[in-house]
C-alpha cells in the first residue's frame, strides 16, 4: 500500500513532503527507504527514556540506507501551566539533547502539549496557530532547499 500510495497518486510540483512513518524499523519505514527517493529524515520522539532506543535504531536505519537524518523533535516535550507560566515534565525528563549528542544529530524543536495545537490539528489548520515551536525546523527545511536549488538550478529561485 505505501509503494500504490507513492506510484498512483499525481504529485504535482511538491517543495517538500513530509512522510509520517510508525516508529522503529519496520516494514514501512523500510520500504518507503527502499522505494522513494528521500532527502532526509527527522526523527520525531518524545520524553520517555525507552524511546531512545527506538530513535537510535531508527537512526541507524537510516544511516545504514544512507538517507541523513536531518534532526530531532520532541513532542509533548512539556506542559505550560497557562496560570503560573511554569513547565510541567508530564512525561518525565526529556533526554533528547543525550539522544542528540549521542548521534551527532540537532536539536530542532520541543513541542508542549498544548490544547491549542490539538484544536488547531483538529480544524485543518495548524498553520495559523500562533506558535514558534517549528521555527528551527523551517530554517533548516529552507537553508536544505536553497541548497538543493543552487545545486540542481544553478541559483535561489
Not at 23 to 47: E, M, N, W, Y
Not at 65 to 94: A, R, V
Request: some cysteine; overall charge negative.
Amino acid at each position: 500500500m505505501v509503494k500504490q500510495f507513492w506510484t498512483d497518486v499525481i504529485w504535482s510540483d511538491v517543495d517538500f513532503m513530509f512522510i509520517d512513518m510508525p516508529p522503529g524499523t519496520g516494514d514501512v519505514p523500510l520500504t518507503v527507504f527502499q522505494s522513494i527517493a528521500v532527502d532526509g529524515i527527522i526523527v520525531v520522539t518524545s520524553p520517555q527514556e525507552l524511546v531512545s532506543m527506538i530513535v537510535s535504531k531508527a537512526v541507524k536505519m537510516a544511516e545504514m540506507m544512507n538517507i541523513p537524518t536531518i534532526g530531532l523533535i520532541e513532542n509533548m516535550s512539556y506542559f505550560k501551566c497557562s496560570d503560573c507560566g511554569q513547565e510541567h515534565k508530564i512525561f518525565g525528563d526529556s533526554h533528547i539533547d543525550e539522544i542528540g549528542e549521542k548521534h551527532k544529530l540537532k536539536v530542532l524543536a520541543k513541542i508542549p502539549i498544548d490544547p491549542e495545537i490539538s484544536v488547531a490539528c483538529d480544524k485543518g489548520m495548524i498553520e495559523l496557530l500562533d506558535g514558534n515551536w517549528l521555527e528551527p525546523v523551517v530554517k533548516t527545511l529552507e537553508r536544505m532547499e536553497e541548497n538543493w536549488n543552487e545545486k540542481n538550478c544553478g541559483s535561489k529561485r
